[in-house]
């Protein structure tokens, strides 16, 4: 499974911005998602999961009623959706995959490339 991140950039406080994972290979309905995202000086974070069925079940407390995570099984791409973006927000966003959240949230089985999002105050 190869996953690619897409839509980063640079954005004002409050706004809003979708970043995209494209995941290569036949499996990837099987696997549980999610994004982290490192910040500068800090230690890569678990912000979000989503299962093979599409259930959200961990948010990061900081993400809570901001961000939401969507998959398209048939389109094999993982969303993630962030609204009201703070200047906190500011990292490096990576998707990954695991066979379980367990796996996904300790060790990957895959990571994607980051893409970077600034928020400006």
């Known amino acids: 499974v190869q996953l690619q991140a897409s839509g980063g950039g640079l954005v004002e406080a409050g706004a809003s911005l979708r970043l995209s994972c494209k995941t290569s290979?036949?499996?990837?309905?099987?696997?549980?998602m999610g994004w982290f995202r490192q910040a500068p000086g800090k230690e890569r974070e678990f912000v979000i999961h989503i299962s093979p069925s599409g259930v959200s079940s961990y948010y990061a407390d900081s993400v809570k009623g901001r961000f939401t995570i969507s998959r398209d099984n048939v389109k094999n791409v993982v969303y993630l959706q962030m609204n009201n973006l703070k200047p906190e927000d500011t990292a490096v966003y990576y998707c990954?995959?695991?066979?379980?959240?367990?796996?996904?949230?300790?060790?990957?089985?895959?990571w994607g490339q980051g893409t970077l999002v600034t928020v400006s105050s």
């Open positions: 290979g036949r499996a990837f309905s099987m696997y549980d």
């Open positions: 990954a995959a695991g066979a379980t959240i367990v796996q996904l949230s300790s060790h990957p089985n895959y």
